[in-house]
């Protein structure tokens, strides 16, 4: 069975700076997708970033890029010039295939930032 | 261009009693699956519908049941209802053969369950 396993329950980070969240996943498929979505106060669920597994190139959105690491199966989020705005839950997620829509989420990282 | 909508927002019920949730997708979207956010955890599968039908299911019991209308509005019923039901239950949406590999989903902002 495929697992999402996020160990950092609580992050904080100084306004401005860099942070990174870590996620790792287990599954015994070759074709899946991974994506971050965030979760503000007011409880729906946004993409942030998405990474198709056959692609080598890690995803980048703006100020949040990811370190796909496939081997590993290892899917961190990185989150740069941190922002007021962006203090929300932060959930790891996979999804096998392409139009499966069965998506299995993490725990979550609860990400704080500090003016 | 309204999005995933949900009703009612909050809900408070009690044991062993029978609830109803409402989802009506995003326009132009044609399959809705919902989740269980209990607290503290991610969310979980509990079932997709497409074309009427249940396409697929996650791990609950039958307790929880579904329904798609034909405009593509869903419910998910609860029955006998369980302290341990208490959760936020989300909405979501896809359209199902865009033919867009970028295609995504889209939540709604949930339904908070209460059982006391």
């Known amino acids: 069975a495929q697992t999402v396993t996020q160990s950092q329950p609580e992050m904080s980070v100084q306004e401005a700076e860099t942070v990174t969240l870590s996620c790792t996943y287990d599954t015994s498929e070759s074709d899946y997708y991974l994506f971050w979505y965030k979760q503000p106060p007011s409880r729906q669920m946004i993409l942030v970033i998405r990474?198709?597994?056959?692609?080598?190139q890690n995803a980048t959105e703006n100020r949040f890029s990811v370190n796909f690491q496939k081997a590993a199966k290892s899917f961190s989020l990185k989150i740069s010039d941190s922002q007021l705005g962006d203090a929300a839950m932060y959930f790891c997620?996979?999804?096998?295939?392409?139009?499966?829509?069965?998506?299995?989420f993490g725990k979550g990282t609860r990400l704080h930032i500090l003016p | 261009d309204a999005g995933v909508t949900q009703s009612p927002t909050h809900l408070i019920k009690t044991r062993g009693q029978q609830v109803t949730l409402r989802c009506s997708p995003k326009s132009g979207h044609d399959t809705v699956s919902w989740y269980q956010q209990a607290l503290g955890q991610g969310p979980q599968f509990i079932f997709q519908y497409y074309e009427e039908e249940e396409r697929q299911r996650g791990n609950f019991p039958d307790r929880f049941s579904g329904h798609q209308f034909p405009n593509y509005s869903s419910e998910l019923n609860v029955n006998a209802l369980l302290l341990g039901d208490s959760a936020l239950y989300l909405c979501?949406?896809?359209?199902?053969?865009?033919?867009?590999?970028?295609?995504?989903?889209?939540f709604g902002s949930g339904t908070q369950l209460s059982v006391l």
């Open positions: 979501a949406s896809s359209l199902t053969f865009s033919g867009d590999p970028n295609e995504k989903l889209f």
């Open positions: 997620a996979y999804r096998w295939g392409n139009r499966d829509d069965k998506i299995i």
């Open positions: 990474q198709e597994a056959y692609k080598q």
